[in-house]
C-alpha cells in the first residue's frame, strides 16, 4: 500500500516549457487536490477533483490545468511555465471531507 | 472567506520545555480541524484532528489540542518537546459548507537540545 505517490521528485523547466505532474493514489479515494507551498505562504489550493472525470478549481488556479480520468490518478498541467511557478506541489487524496493523505511533494523549479 | 490563522511564525525553544501552537479558525459553520506536521524534507501527516465530541483531542507523539468554540481556537500543545519535534506545523480546517483543507500559513518549531 503506497498511498499517495507523485512522479517526478524534482523538476528544473525553463520558461515557457510545459510539464505533467502525475499523482496515483491506491486508497480508493473519491477526493484528490493539489497544492503548492511556498515559504511564508502555507499550502494553497490549486485545483481539487470530487469524482472520475469531475475538476474545479481551488484558490490559486491560474496557470494550471487538471484532469481526472481515471479514479486512482490526477495529473496537474502546466502548460507554459513562469518563474512564480516555481513552488514545492503536493497531492492529496480523502474518502471525503475528512482527513487527507498527501504524497511526497514534488520540487520545481522555472528559470 | 474561511480562513486558518497561524500568529507564531517561528518558536524556538529547548529541549523540555512546554510547546504551545496558536490557531484561530473564521466563523462559517460547522468545522472539521485538523493539525499536520512536515518534518524537514518531507510531506504532511496528521497529528490529530477534531470533528465533534470532547473538545480536548490527542494525538501522535505525546501532542494534544484543545478545541475553544467560543474563542474560534484550536491550539495545539506538548508538555515536553524533544529535539524531533523540529518541524512545521501547519493548523487546517475543513468546512461544512466547503469540500478542501484550508490551511494556515505555518508555524516553524526549532528545538535545541
Known amino acids: 500500500n503506497a498511498g499517495v505517490t507523485q512522479t517526478p521528485k524534482f523538476r528544473v523547466l525553463k520558461t515557457g516549457q510545459s510539464m505533467t505532474l502525475l499523482c496515483a493514489q491506491d486508497?480508493?479515494?473519491?477526493?484528490m487536490y493539489w497544492y503548492r507551498q511556498d515559504p511564508g505562504m502555507g499550502l494553497r489550493l490549486i485545483h481539487y477533483?470530487?469524482?472520475?472525470?469531475?475538476?474545479a478549481k481551488g484558490e490559486v488556479p491560474d496557470g494550471y490545468n487538471v484532469s481526472r480520468l481515471k479514479k486512482q490518478n490526477f495529473l496537474l498541467g502546466l502548460e507554459s511555465a513562469a518563474p512564480s511557478q516555481t513552488s514545492v506541489y503536493f497531492c492529496?487524496?480523502?474518502?471525503?471531507?475528512?482527513?487527507?493523505?498527501f504524497g511526497q511533494g514534488t520540487r520545481l523549479t522555472v528559470v | 472567506a474561511q480562513s486558518v490563522s497561524q500568529h507564531n511564525h517561528h518558536v524556538i525553544l529547548s529541549e523540555a520545555a512546554s510547546l504551545e501552537l496558536g490557531c484561530n479558525y473564521s466563523?462559517?459553520?460547522?468545522?472539521?480541524l485538523f493539525w499536520y506536521v512536515q518534518y524537514p524534507g518531507q510531506h504532511l501527516q496528521l497529528l490529530l484532528k477534531?470533528?465533534?465530541?470532547?473538545?480536548l483531542v490527542k494525538g501522535i507523539k505525546g501532542f494534544e489540542a484543545e478545541f475553544i468554540k467560543s474563542k474560534f481556537s484550536f491550539n495545539l500543545r506538548k508538555p515536553s518537546v524533544q529535539w524531533s519535534d523540529t518541524a512545521e506545523y501547519f493548523c487546517?480546517?475543513?468546512?461544512?459548507?466547503?469540500?478542501?483543507?484550508?490551511f494556515g500559513k505555518g508555524t516553524t518549531l526549532s528545538v535545541s537540545s
Open positions: 492529496a487524496s480523502s474518502y471525503g471531507r475528512v482527513e487527507a493523505f
Open positions: 486508497m480508493n479515494h473519491e477526493y
Open positions: 477533483s470530487v469524482g472520475e472525470g469531475t475538476t
Open positions: 466563523y462559517g459553520g460547522t468545522v472539521n
Open positions: 477534531y470533528f465533534s465530541g470532547d473538545p
Open positions: 487546517a480546517g475543513l468546512w461544512q459548507a466547503g469540500t478542501a483543507l484550508i
